[in-house]
């Protein structure tokens, strides 16, 4: 398909585990997003991409969650030493201009921390 | 930072009945207000937006308005069917070179009552 794909859809970690999620954004698309969402909570953001610059990582939880998009296509969000409260859905999304686009949503990784 | 608050958290309308859904935005400089619908177990799905430059925008049975000077926001949705059932966020954003990233509230469960 053409949408944004993630995996795995769901992880499993012990606590003090260290996980990789995985966003392959739609082909071309110049933005991507990470979001974080609690159980009945809306989504809050983690950081951005333009390209394969790292512009904005002012929502990042803590110093243990770090992202990357080497070629400016797929997204890796590395959560270090995993504690409980980082368990939640995290959602990458994508659009696909500088300016203004629908960003698009990925189904999202369930990460639930023992 | 902006912050996005959402009424109500849960709403039960009879099929056929018209629903409602408010939010109000607290950063003046905000100027993208999109509306996501999110079933279980998957991501937000763009349904409707407005710009701030446009004061309602209607597409088949869902509409939106804008009232910029109290800044608050509705997603009106007519003619209810039993698969409008899902949790619905409101979102704003202002224009920050490509970095539009999306604040949003905390959601409203829809169930329509057949």
């Known amino acids: 398909g053409a949408g944004v794909s993630q995996s795995p859809r769901y992880k499993v970690a012990k606590r003090g585990q260290d996980v990789a999620l995985r966003c392959d954004p739609i082909s071309g698309h110049v933005s991507l997003f990470w979001y974080q969402q609690a159980l009945g909570q809306g989504p809050e953001f983690l950081t951005y991409?333009?390209?394969?610059?790292?512009?904005?990582k002012s929502g990042l939880p803590s110093d243990r969650f770090f992202a990357e998009r080497p070629e400016g296509s797929v997204s890796t969000l590395k959560i270090q030493r995993t504690q409980q409260e980082d368990s939640a859905v995290y959602l990458c999304?994508?659009?696909?201009?500088?300016?203004?686009?629908?960003?698009?949503f990925g189904p999202g990784t369930r990460l639930t921390v023992l | 930072g902006e912050n996005v608050e959402q009424h109500p958290s849960t709403l039960s309308v009879q099929e056929g009945d018209s629903a409602v859904i408010k939010c109000t935005y607290s950063?003046?400089?905000?100027?993208?207000f999109p509306w996501y619908k999110q079933e279980l177990g998957k991501g937000p799905q763009l349904i409707i937006d407005i710009r701030s430059n446009v004061g309602e925008k209607k597409d088949q049975r869902i509409a939106v308005t804008l009232n910029k000077t109290a800044k608050h926001f509705s997603l009106h949705i007519t003619e209810t069917q039993p698969e409008d059932s899902a949790v619905y966020f409101c979102a704003a954003s202002k224009k920050n070179f490509g970095n539009e990233k999306l604040t949003f509230g905390t959601g409203t469960r829809l169930t329509i009552i057949p």
């Open positions: 999304a994508s659009s696909g201009a500088i300016s203004y686009n629908e960003q698009f």
């Open positions: 991409f333009q390209n394969e610059a790292q512009l904005d």
């Open positions: 950063d003046s400089a905000s100027n993208y």
